[in-house]
């Protein structure tokens, strides 16, 4: 065998190998997803649904029911449930899966995790054709269950869920976040509540309540410790101010414009109170629940979602009864720069859909995803939290109406604190909004967080904060999240996305790749060159 045939049979071997080496890295991607003309029921599929519960074991339940119920009306359809404690080890183990084709087929999660998941071609399938197919589509002729249709799904909720120029998602439930209060101590310092709050309101109080008696004992409380105002999520704290002051945090292309005036102007703010004592976070402290049930906090922000562990007769309490104390439980919107123009963040997970190569096991997942949206699963999981229902056909049955109406009646199912955080949201669906969603959204939302809990932990140290350390500081979240504030982050598409570096294996194979075309050239060369002696 003479030289040229060698160097061919090498380059045929390692050609072979290259849709190896594109698969190993997701960079292959799978075939769009077409809807079946029809749902081949003599098949029998095993589909995956990860979902997030921490310790109410009674949304473990619901999940539980649904899928029973689901496998009766679709005995061939096994759907296997796995749940996480939180949604960021969904989010990281689901970008983990995304190379091997391992991911779920359903998945609680937020569309910031979303545009990310889209880093791959083809793995999230897009739901348009489907919410409004005639027959698998939201309430199709051919669907086994009382759905309801894509007009019947809150319009600002489903909105909520395009990425780019489509729906990847559907809304599973919604919450935004509440200020819940310490009424009791808020009168005993001499202050009337009023029914909008007030950065301004909310600081001050905080800096009143920090008055000690003779013996080192707040005033307020009699107790040695107190935090006046503790925030449980600093990136919605961060997200929130900039919105209500109209200044940039990112745009819908992915140009990041949180590093601003406001932002460090509020960051000065928030140092000032951190520096006394008045406030802290969930990170730096523990939760604000636990705090503001054994009288040590007086404004808790935490989601309504986390109603039921606010307040004295709170069922989720997390504390031990001798620590409780008895005080009166207001709930009010967050802060606000304009009271007159509440704005408040809409949150609450939503679903989405992997794609498989098996567009049958496509449609079976779509089918559960769309049975989350019945009326029963819908009402029994809002009523184990300050959640809302996310469609119109749910919040206006008779049974969601007769919960709502009967707030206070006992401190479970109808505990007045998680009703009175559910009828916050209902009344507020137009006062809420969401950032733009692309790829490294997630990223942004993190850094936004980070700087607060930086300066609140710098001035718990005693450490100067100054103009040289905010430029330090707005340097270090953009290195640690490798923010683009040079121009576009990564677009929706993920047409710019960095699924990072090669494995091993991929990186020897593109260098004996590139070897053998210096071989072949050489060779080339040097046949050339002893015809030329000739």
């Given amino acids: 065998m003479n030289l040229r045939r060698k160097n061919l049979s090498v380059v045929l071997a390692l050609l072979f190998l290259l849709p190896l080496l594109a698969g190993c890295h997701g960079s292959r991607g799978m075939d769009p997803f077409v809807i079946p003309e029809n749902f081949d029921t003599s098949r029998n599929y095993e589909i995956t649904f990860w979902a997030k ?131 009791t101590f808020v009168e005993k310092l001499g202050y009337k509540l009023p029914d909008k709050l007030t950065w301004e309101f909310i600081w001050e109080v905080s800096e009143a309540a920090m008055a000690k008696d003779a013996d080192g004992n707040f005033k307020v409380n009699g107790q040695k410790v107190l935090i006046p105002f ?33 932002t460090t102007e509020f960051l000065y703010e928030i140092s000032g109170h951190a520096a006394t004592g008045a406030f802290s976070t969930f990170s730096i402290s523990s939760y604000p629940a636990n705090f503001l049930n054994a009288g040590q906090c007086i404004f808790a922000i935490d989601s309504t979602a986390g109603a039921t562990w606010m307040g004295t007769d709170a069922p989720l309490s997390d504390i031990s009864e001798e620590n409780l104390v008895r005080f009166e439980t207001a709930v009010r919107t967050i802060p606000q720069v304009d009271p007159e123009n509440p704005v408040m963040i809409s949150q609450g997970p939503s679903m989405c859909v992997f794609n498989k190569d098996d567009p049958q096991e496509v449609l079976a997942s779509w089918l559960f995803a769309q049975f989350m949206l019945t009326d029963e699963v819908q009402i029994a999981y809002a009523q184990t939290e300050g959640y809302v229902p996310v469609t119109s056909k749910a919040q206006n049955t008779a049974v969601y109406k007769d919960y709502l109406a009967r707030s206070g009646e006992d401190n479970a199912l109808h505990y007045d604190v998680k009703i009175k955080a559910t009828k916050l949201l209902l009344d507020n669906v137009d006062n809420t909004f969401v950032t733009p969603v692309f790829n490294g959204s997630a990223s942004l939302r993190s850094a936004s967080g980070q700087m607060i809990e930086n300066v609140t932990k710098s001035m718990r140290r005693k450490e100067k904060v100054d103009d040289a350390y905010m430029e330090k500081l707005q340097n270090d979240v953009i290195s640690l999240y490798r923010l683009n504030v040079n121009g576009n982050a990564s677009s929706p598409s993920g047409e710019k996305a960095d699924l990072g570096p090669l494995p091993v294996t991929a990186k020897i194979l593109l260098g004996a790749l590139g070897s053998v075309w210096l071989l072949i050239g050489a060779g080339a060369l040097a046949q050339k060159v002893k015809k030329s002696r000739k």
Avoid: W
């Avoid at 679709?74 to 991911?103: E, F, H, Q, S």
């Avoid at 249709?149 to 990847?168: M, N, Q, R, S, W």
């Avoid at 449980?232 to 919105?243: F, G, V, W």
């Fill in 230 to 262: 503790i925030y449980k999520s600093t990136d919605n704290m961060m997200i929130q101010r900039l919105r209500q002051s109209g200044a940039g945090y990112s745009t819908e292309n992915g140009e990041i414009l949180i590093f601003n005036d406001t």
């Fill in 53 to 183: 519960n921490d310790t109410n074991k009674t949304q473990t339940n619901i999940y539980e029911k649904a899928i029973a119920d689901f496998q009766t009306l679709y005995p061939n359809i096994k759907v296997n449930l796995r749940l996480y404690t939180d949604y960021g080890k969904i989010y990281n183990d689901v970008i983990t899966n995304i190379a091997t084709r391992t991911t779920p087929n359903v998945c609680i999660t937020y569309p910031d995790h979303i545009a990310t998941y889209l880093s791959g071609v083809n793995t999230v399938v897009p739901l348009d054709d489907l919410m409004v197919h005639p027959t698998y589509g939201l309430g199709g002729s051919e669907v086994s269950f009382d759905a309801p249709t894509k007009e019947e799904i809150i319009p600002k909720f489903l909105g909520e869920c395009v990425i780019g120029d489509a729906h990847y998602a559907l809304p599973y439930m919604r919450s935004t976040e509440a200020c819940y209060v310490n009424k």
